[in-house]
């Protein structure tokens, strides 16, 4: 259990260390959670200012209580329930096994991100290597541009255009390529290069897009009622089918959007092998 008056006594002093900031503050260093879209810094006050009397049940117990655990572990020390301590060196060691050695945390990154759906691509005898590695540099050289995006409408237009950028290259050497496979790319290099160095994502990561695939569709269908895609979907052609599934999803969860995924991704894999080996 935890001290409720020391949650509202720390989520008080993080409001007036906000209020003082003018601004110049970044999200990772603050208690939060999201309500319909809305970052929730102080779940005793509304935007106004204005007291909410019982935000355990206007935001939900469970809500409720771990942000309440990480205020207080925040202040006090602690590791959360939703944390683990990882000696750097296991940490490291865990990297390399998935990674590989690499200096080049980009490259490394897409090259995952490529294994992950390059079964997909028919080459027709062409150099699909050569265009990884364009891919790679391409990659490496436009996300820093991320840092600029101020809200989820600019990311998606840098992620609208590097997508149909990446389809473009591909058609240019006459290989089919889908805005389905370019999104899987993008949005995996994004989620690896945030366990690689996850300060580097760290100030776009709660626009990151949720990377579609057959798990997290399975799990979408099921758990929360959204249609299946009408095609495979890495054979998703134009992008607005692809961004109309993509806020559909945005509409049933209550988190940043990748924090969903990384859960959902891991339960969806788990019972699908289970139902498997039966």
Not at 87 to 101: H, P, R
Not at 145 to 164: G, M, P, R, Y
Not at 212 to 221: E, H, P
Not at 245 to 251: I, P
């Amino acid at each position: 259990m935890y001290d409720i008056e020391k949650a509202k006594q720390y989520t008080w002093e993080q409001s007036d260390w906000i209020a003082h900031s003018n601004g110049y503050f970044l999200i990772k260093d603050c208690v939060f959670f999201y309500h319909k879209g809305a970052v929730i810094f102080d779940p005793w006050n509304d935007v106004d200012g204005n007291a909410i009397d019982d935000p355990f049940s206007l935001y939900g117990k469970d809500k409720m209580d771990e942000f309440c655990r990480r205020i207080i572990t925040k202040k006090e020390g602690s590791t959360t329930s939703s944390e683990i301590s990882v000696d750097s060196k296991i940490l490291d060691f865990l990297k390399m096994l998935y990674f590989g050695v690499t200096d080049n945390p980009f490259e490394a990154a897409s090259r995952s991100a490529y294994t992950d759906m390059c079964r997909t691509i028919r080459f027709n005898g062409k150099n699909g290597d050569m265009l990884r590695k364009v891919v790679d540099s391409l990659l490496e050289e436009r996300i820093p541009e991320l840092v600029a995006v101020n809200d989820a409408e600019d990311f998606t237009k840098w992620h609208q255009s590097i997508c149909e950028e990446i389809v473009s290259m591909y058609e240019s050497e006459g290989i089919e390529f889908y805005i389905g496979q370019a999104q899987k790319w993008v949005n995996m290099t994004l989620k690896y290069l945030y366990v690689l160095v996850p300060d580097v994502v760290e100030p776009f990561y709660r626009f990151l897009h949720i990377p579609l695939d057959n798990y997290i569709i399975d799990i979408a269908k099921k758990q929360y009622g959204i249609p299946s895609l009408p095609c495979a979907w890495s054979r998703i052609s134009d992008y607005q089918d692809y961004l109309d599934y993509e806020k559909m999803l945005m509409e049933v969860i209550d988190e940043v959007p990748l924090d969903w995924e990384f859960a959902k991704w891991v339960e969806s894999a788990h019972k699908q092998k289970i139902e498997k080996s039966r």
